[in-house]
């Protein structure tokens, strides 16, 4: 660098004065013109730092809550009143009453009903869910008495969190002076602990912020990518060696170059549109199924597919046909036997690309209905569904503040798939690409 510059100034000091004004004039243009793409490096790297330090620092909070220990007496008056141990009498038993009795004695002094249904607020709704899956694991434990971990509600995990404080006026706050009273003791007694949330990544979408999970939005983005997978690609690689090896170089191949390009700019919703007006209302296909996403979202990767197999099919030498045709290789034996192989990595990479470009889209999904509330994991790509993406958008729109952690802790897992994606395209490009 600083040999650079003694040679600037030596350049500059042997020419014509007039010279030398021109040239400090250009030099100096360059050296602002370098700051200027210096500080655009910065300020991006700036901007991609600070929203990944918002997401994370919202989001890491919901890897893990908080549980409550109760003693809970199995009673069996409540759970099998006539002893038969059937499940199905066992899977309907009144659950939440073991709950509150386990609350209330813990509690004596709690008489008031307004504080018990507070007491009773302090553990999640779901509790009984957890007793229940006890009892259908261990019939044995009817008729005992167990201490048995389960969740808070949302508004104690988010104060135990230290997310909202204790500090504020009792008005702002949604735990009340009471509720901390109540909290504190059971702290004091070694009763309430943090582990790790393992709802969030087993468990469908919920009501509840402390038992809503990412499963079933996991799940329907697979199904959905399979669906956009298995029809994309063939139909795109296909159409590009056609366009590149075969068609005649006229008007009307020249048109549908031209719509390829611009369908890879139209905007994203426009899919959508379309999968409403064609798939749910002509055909009458499933509504919010990964069936129909999968098939949107097939329209919508398609062009960026066959332009980035064109691409690599065009870098192919066009030595390697002519060898190939020179030993008597049919045109068609020269496009699968030599020039798709060679070819393959970087039509893999673009696929990769395309399919986490629509990992990531909401936009077309919510025209065809996968913006529905669903709880079940679906078992199939024409159960009804959702996408990531959509689980997200339905959090953000949720007014619980544990909900804003479970969004950004969505968003994190959003990214580790999109990043992941992006690297296998970066691995293969880099094993398998050849230079001619």
Excluded at 42 to 68: D, Q
Excluded at 177 to 191: P, S, T, Y
Excluded at 228 to 238: D, G, M, R
Aim: no cysteine.
């Amino acid at each position: 660098m600083t040999e650079l510059v003694v040679e600037k100034r030596e350049r500059v000091a042997a020419a014509p004065r007039d010279q030398q004004k021109h040239l400090k004039r250009r030099y100096a243009a360059e050296r602002r013109f370098r700051a200027y793409g210096l500080t655009a490096i910065v300020l991006a790297v700036t901007f991609l730092a600070v929203l990944l330090f918002s997401i994370v620092s919202k989001g890491y909070s919901a890897f893990w809550l908080h549980e409550v220990a109760l003693d809970i007496t199995f009673s069996a008056d409540v759970i099998d009143p006539e002893g038969t141990r059937d499940p199905a009498a066992l899977s309907k038993a009144n659950y939440a009453q073991l709950v509150r009795e386990s609350l209330f004695e813990r509690f004596p002094e709690v008489t008031d009903r307004g504080d018990r249904r507070a007491l009773i607020n302090i553990v999640s709704s779901g509790a009984d869910l957890t007793l229940r899956r006890i009892v259908l694991d261990e019939p044995e434990v009817i008729g005992r008495t167990r201490a048995v971990w389960v969740k808070t509600s949302d508004d104690v995990d988010t104060f135990l969190k230290g997310l909202l404080s204790r500090d504020l006026p009792e008005s702002e706050r949604r735990v009340k002076d009471r509720e901390i009273e109540w909290i504190d003791a059971l702290e004091a007694d070694g009763r309430i602990r943090s582990a790790f949330d393992t709802t969030f990544f087993t468990s469908g979408d919920s009501r509840e912020p402390e038992q809503a999970g990412i499963w079933g939005a996991v799940v329907g983005s697979f199904y959905t990518l399979v669906v956009t997978l298995t029809l994309s690609f063939p139909v795109a690689v296909l159409a590009a060696i056609y366009l590149e090896e075969f068609a005649p170089k006229n008007r009307l191949t020249d048109i549908i170059e031209v719509n390829i390009n611009n369908l890879a700019a139209v905007p994203s919703i426009v899919f959508g549109l379309l999968g409403l007006a064609v798939f749910l209302s002509f055909f009458g296909l499933p509504r919010s199924a990964p069936l129909v996403g999968g098939m949107v979202l097939a329209l919508m990767t398609l062009p960026t597919i066959i332009i980035a197999a064109r691409a690599a099919l065009k870098a192919v030498p066009p030595s390697i046909r002519e060898g190939a045709l020179a030993i008597g290789a049919s045109r068609v034996q020269v496009v699968t036997h030599h020039v798709l192989p060679l070819a393959m990595p970087g039509i893999l990479t673009g696929t990769i690309i395309g399919m986490a470009q629509a990992l990531g889209e909401t936009a077309p999904l919510l025209m065809i209905g996968m913006v529905a509330f669903i709880v079940d994991i679906p078992g199939g790509i024409t159960d009804p569904a959702t996408v990531l993406p959509v689980q997200i958008f339905l959090w953000a729109d949720s007014p619980e503040r544990a909900f804003v952690a479970k969004t950004s802790a969505a968003i994190m897992v959003l990214l580790v798939f999109l990043v992941l994606m992006n690297a296998i395209a970066v691995f293969l490009r880099k094993r398998f690409e050849r230079r001619w």
